[in-house]
């Protein structure tokens, strides 16, 4: 059984770009000096560890937890270093679907930023594994892509090689010589004895493919350069090399070349090249030694397959792993947050029964520093009206209800459907109108929530018959308004939408918001019965004006209106 020797190993291509790209760079600092904290940091010293010494399955499950720990908008670099390092080592087990898979997920992370070394070792990664599955015009386009990206002459000519095997495993010897040959011949090259030695090797194998005798002229310099480089994996190339070119002239030659590149293959413990050596060793040795080679062969093979479907599995149950894990933290977290939901809703519910008593004590303080501090006379004013008019709410509002609630409780048969539903009833509208007038005095939220506050408050009070415009609201920084005169301005837009659906009989209602250098603007217009009558003491728009005038604003009531009512409230920042 032959297999063909890959004329350019792979391996010696994944070697060439780990030394070129696959570089670990030192942890960033920050201004004191402290190392960063990420999962970058955490990991990689471990997986960068067990990769250096072939402990592929320990390296490849700390590279998956820096791709699945990082994140994706401030580490994509690192995200992709890591799928990178796992492509290689799923490639280096014989993985190539998954390291193709693996590789093909890092492109998605590539962003504008990305270094260009990564691109290329990840397009020449993908290249690779297309050419090992025999997907040959993938090979091509990723080679292609990786050359374009490349930043020396030397990574353009590697990659140019690597092309150049794909058009020999495609027996393509037309498209792969004037590569070869225009490669062996450029600076690049030449200044790389290492690199002239592979290209020789895969020219003179291309013009023996073809059978041509020049063939054995770029083999003689391959092998060569190699010995006068030591380099071993390229021995087992050129000795493999001339066993094919005496396969058939010189046969006892060709099997002592197959025996040294397998010799040379099996000191250096690479699997791959002593099964290829065997299959070669298979073909040109002595009729009584095929039997054992080819033994060898079919034990080492199946040997191979093992450990590589060992691999696989190993790999595969990392990710899966990885996954389940990642997603048990996910279940976690949401159910620790609609837990902290649900406390948070009791202590809401908890709040709501206390609710008017906290109501009276503010009023209680309220008055007590109204008493204290006369200095505020205005101001304390204000809160006088406001309490005035919650206990004017309390009595027309609740008061009657209240009385009425009562006698019908004790003159009627609760035990009557009809009478305890009627009784229910009125309790409903007693409880509604106790909540609107609570939440018309409820305490400001003057933090980040206010304008989403002071928003749901204005459009509360639009109807079926009233529209409400709000236009601008976010022209105001409210977060660097005080907390004083944001109350102040929820207090004077709510007594003027009072005011409004009291008084107006209007249908629309504008509010525009406007800042310039130093003041805020308001403007306020609706198309009702405007004013009939002049501001007096006990006009509700008069406690407009004091709480305005409280905060150094102006208030201009339009007497030019003749539809509706204007109003431009301005204050300093």
Not at 8 to 17: K, M, S
Not at 397 to 421: G, R, W
Not at 520 to 546: A, C, R
Request: net charge positive.
């Amino acid at each position: 059984m032959m297999i063909p020797k890959i004329p350019f190993p792979f391996c010696i291509a994944v070697l060439l770009f780990g030394s070129l790209f696959f570089s670990c760079k030192q942890p960033k600092k920050t201004t004191t000096g402290a190392p960063l904290v990420s999962a970058y940091h955490k990991y990689i010293a471990r997986a960068e560890d067990f990769y250096t010494k072939s402990v592929y399955d320990s390296a490849y499950f700390y590279y998956n937890k820096i791709r699945n720990e990082s994140n994706p908008k401030t580490a994509s670099d690192k995200i992709v270093y890591a799928l990178l390092k796992m492509a290689a080592i799923q490639q280096t087990q014989g993985d190539f679907m998954g390291s193709e898979a693996t590789a093909t997920a890092a492109v998605a992370f590539f962003q504008k930023n990305t270094e260009a070394q990564y691109k290329v070792a990840i397009f020449n990664t993908l290249a690779i594994n297309y050419n090992s599955l025999f997907d040959y015009t993938n090979a091509i386009r990723y080679y292609q892509k990786a050359s374009a990206l490349a930043d020396t002459p030397l990574q353009k000519a590697v990659i140019q090689n690597n092309i150049a095997v794909v058009y020999m495993d495609q027996q393509r010897y037309d498209k792969a010589i004037p590569l070869l040959t225009t490669l062996s011949q450029s600076p690049a090259t030449l200044n790389n004895p290492e690199h002239l030695g592979r290209v020789l090797d895969n020219l003179g194998l291309s013009y023996l493919k073809i059978q041509d005798p020049k063939s054995s002229v770029y083999l003689k310099k391959a092998v060569a350069i190699h010995h006068q480089l030591k380099y071993d994996y390229g021995l087992i190339t050129s000795y493999s090399n001339w066993a094919k070119y005496y396969k058939k002239s010189h046969p006892q030659l060709a099997y002592t070349y197959a025996l040294q590149s397998y010799e040379k293959a099996t000191a250096l413990q690479s699997t791959d090249d002593r099964l290829l050596a065997l299959s070669l060793l298979m073909e040109v040795s002595p009729p009584s030694q095929i039997r054992n080679y080819t033994k060898q062969y079919l034990q080492l093979n199946d040997s191979l397959k093992k450990i590589k479907q060992i691999a696989k599995n190993q790999f595969a149950k990392i990710k899966y792993d990885a996954t389940q894990e990642r997603n048990e933290n996910l279940q976690l977290k949401a159910e620790k947050a609609e837990n902290d939901l649900a406390l948070e809703q009791q202590k809401l519910s908890n709040y709501m029964l206390f609710f008017i008593l906290l109501l009276l004590l503010i009023s209680l303080l309220l008055l007590y520093v109204y008493l204290k501090n006369k200095n505020k006379k205005e101001k304390q004013a204000a809160i006088y009206e406001s309490e005035t008019r919650i206990a004017k709410k309390l009595h027309d509002e609740l008061a009657n209800d209240v009385y009425q609630t009562i006698a019908f409780a004790e003159t009627q048969d609760l035990q009557h459907p009809i009478q305890k539903e009627t009784l229910l009833d009125n309790l409903d509208k007693i409880y509604a109108r106790t909540r609107n007038i609570s939440k018309e005095n409820s305490a400001i939220s003057t933090g980040n929530s206010y304008e989403m506050d002071l928003k749901e408050m204005l459009s509360g009070f639009s109807a079926p018959q009233v529209q409400i415009i709000l236009k601008d609201l976010h022209a105001i920084p409210w977060n660097k308004v005080s907390t004083e005169k944001k109350i102040a301005l929820y207090r004077v837009l709510q007594e003027l939408m009072v005011n409004m659906k009291k008084h107006s009989q209007c249908t629309l209602v504008a509010l525009r918001f406007e800042a310039d250098d130093k003041q805020f603007h308001i403007q306020y217009s609706d198309n009702g019965i405007g004013m009939s009558k002049p501001i007096t003491s006990k006009n509700g728009l008069h406690n407009v004006e004091n709480r305005i005038h409280a905060i150094d604003g102006s208030i201009i009531f339009d007497p030019t209106s003749t539809k509706g009512l204007k109003i431009k409230i301005t204050f300093p920042k």
